[in-house]
């Protein structure tokens, strides 16, 4: 079977975008892993497929797929990248919507820049004390979407990604399904820079949305960091993240970035 499909990707995070509006396309995992294998596929960090919204909630929907071949919940860069994907095949307006497994995700573009409404921020836990190989780390926890582990350093340039990140990954405290790991350095007021070993990927990648917002929303809980917070990324983008904070809760998330179409082609499946 040949498909069709696009590259894009959303400040170094990658993805390939498949049109299954007709939903004559079903991918195993063994499809999905070989895809996104950067030597013997296309190469990416996920694939995303366009599908109809059948609830009725949003005006599309989407089957997401991390690398491994496992589906995820939601995915920051690959909403942004996504809205841009609707966007193109249907000259959609300045503002559409998508259901995940999250959520109903709004998106709406600002020139060149894609801005997405994140799902409400939810199971926010601080100050915890993991045992790991390494000695006893400090831990903040926080679900964007898909759910982070936030840890802070005195420099991203020296944070043992793969080990640590992996050990922190599939700790215990986060079993059975696990959790993405931020390293987050703060540079200056509403400026951070973070690096991220991500779940389903089970390495670093160059972005992460639900990351980048994760990390901004506890850099303000735990740094005093306010409103909007800028993010730089592994990949050398810098992004934005938007949010409102009312008592202890954080409402009206927003993330904004830049999206870069790479290709497209033909690949048989």
Known sequence: MNIEFMKMNGAGNDFILIDNRSKELSPTPEQITRLCHRQRGIGADGVILLVPCESGKADWAWNFYNNDGSCAE???NGARCFAHFIRLLTDASEKISFETVAGVINAKFEGDEVVIDMTPPCEMELNQSLELSTGTAE?????????HAIVFVEDTGKADII???SEIRYHDKFAPKGTNVDFVQVLDTGLIRIRTYERGVEGETLACGTG????????A?????????KVKTQGGDTLEVRF???ENAYTDVRLKGPVE???KGNIKL
Do not use: W, Y
């Not at 831990?139 to 759910?147: D, L, R």
């Not at 980048?212 to 850099?219: D, E, F, H, K, Q």
């Open 74 to 76: 939601m995915c920051g």
């Open 139 to 147: 831990v903040h926890s926080i679900n964007t979407g898909v759910p």
């Open 163 to 165: 080990r640590q990140g």
């Open 212 to 219: 980048v917002t994760a990390s901004a929303l506890i850099s």
């Open 221 to 229: 809980e735990i740094k005093g960091l306010t409103s909007p917070v």
């Open 244 to 246: 409102d904070k009312q």
């Open 261 to 263: 179409e790479v290709f």
